[in-house]
């Protein structure tokens, strides 16, 4: 967990891509998606870019992914 908060990052020091494991780790440390800085680090926010448009009730975040992305659909 103390890792993978880091995924979470807002600033994204560790990059994109980062500490997908939630319990074991191992698969970070092999594929190359580690990231942990010192002990008493921690990230300033989380989030992710563009959270201020994502939908806030539960019903309309589990529909998000489905709906067409007008500018993905070109016809």
């Known amino acids: 967990p ?4 880091w995924h ?18 191992l698969w970070d440390w092999l594929f190359g998606t580690a990231y942990l800085p010192g002990d008493k680090e921690q990230p300033e926010r989380l ?3 563009g959270m201020e448009k994502f939908p806030r009730g ?3 975040r589990l529909i998000y992914p489905l709906r067409l992305n007008k500018t993905n659909v070109q016809r």
């Open 2 to 5: 103390r890792m993978h908060v």
């Open 58 to 60: 539960l019903i309309a």
């Open 47 to 49: 989030g992710f870019e």
């Open 8 to 25: 979470h990052d807002l600033i994204l020091r560790g990059g994109h891509g980062k500490n997908f494991a939630i319990v074991f780790s």
